[in-house]
């Protein structure tokens, strides 16, 4: 009876345990950086990069409050913004990157930015956020620009991309990815193609395949990049979470497993298992 007993205590520490460890799990292939903006994280002014050397600024005075995982970031929407540093030589890597992070925008505003950098070196990456009635009606459109370095003196080239509208300044929490990848075809001449998705809540917003007649060369940016703000304006009016940068695009399935994760980079503990333990401990 004793061992029949241990057999059905087992399978059941194991679905408990598989199913604990499930919960914790989140892509760490690529990741470059992490700002969980939970307090523990959160030192005066300096925000820790949990994940790389990229300890953040915080400029402003940005609330913290509750986020969807721990603790989050609330920007007014006037002078509120989180320095993110140059991010190393991440600029370099652009050709192929993820932004991630959980925003909560409760309100219409015709044009915000949730990041920027721009240099004079042509280098621009940047997402933004209109949700006035002007632009969009009664829905909201993400703007996606990126622009790199083109054959020539002083030659950039660029794509700026609006999506189809979606509902995200509800006041609810979505969770919102940006990837980008360059994909290169070998023939007589090596062509290549800007690809880049959009993602809310785990499921595509947009998938758009680019074609880069001149291709041209990402360089690393020395300009920071600033989350909540473009060059001084347009200003983030919400809540901002869990940010994470990866150097390569998340596929749709690991863009899920994000969204799925509710527990960030913390181990939260199961208190069903001293009980476990001590049914196994009983039973063998």
């Not at 005066?44 to 995982?69: F, H, L, M, R, S």
């Not at 990157?97 to 219409?108: D, M, R, Y």
Request: with cysteine; hydrophobic share 35%.
């Amino acid at each position: 009876m004793k061992s029949v007993t241990g057999l059905l205590t087992f399978a059941i520490i194991s679905i408990t345990l598989s199913s604990h460890v499930h919960a914790l799990q989140h892509v760490t292939d690529g990741l470059v950086s992490y700002w969980t903006f939970d307090k523990s994280n959160i030192s005066g002014k300096k925000v820790e990069d949990v994940c790389g050397d990229n300890n953040a600024i915080i400029k402003g005075n940005p609330k913290i409050v509750t986020g969807q995982i721990g603790e989050a970031l609330e920007f007014d929407g006037s002078e509120d913004y989180v320095n993110l540093t140059n991010l190393g030589d991440f600029g370099s890597q652009l050709g192929s990157s993820t932004f991630e992070a959980w925003i909560k925008v409760g309100h219409k505003n015709d044009g915000m930015a949730l990041f920027r950098v721009r240099d004079k070196k042509c280098m621009r990456w940047e997402l933004n956020i209109y949700s006035g009635e002007k632009r969009t009606k009664t829905k909201d459109l993400i703007n996606h620009r990126i622009s790199f370095k083109a054959p020539g003196e002083n030659a950039c080239q660029g794509f700026g991309v609006s999506d189809k509208p979606v509902k995200i300044s509800d006041g609810n929490w979505h969770h919102i990815v940006y990837t980008s990848e360059i994909l290169k075809e070998d023939g007589a001449a090596i062509e290549e193609t800007f690809q880049l998705h959009i993602y809310i809540d785990g499921k595509p917003l947009s998938n758009l395949a680019i074609p880069v007649r001149f291709p041209g060369t990402f360089i690393p940016f020395v300009k920071p990049v600033h989350l909540g703000a473009g060059d001084n304006r347009n200003f983030f009016k919400g809540s901002i979470d869990e940010v994470r940068i990866y150097n390569r695009p998340l596929t749709e399935g690991e863009v899920v497993q994000n969204f799925e994760s509710r527990t960030g980079l913390r181990v939260e503990p199961n208190r069903k298992l001293p009980i476990a333990w001590g049914t196994i401990k009983i039973a063998f």
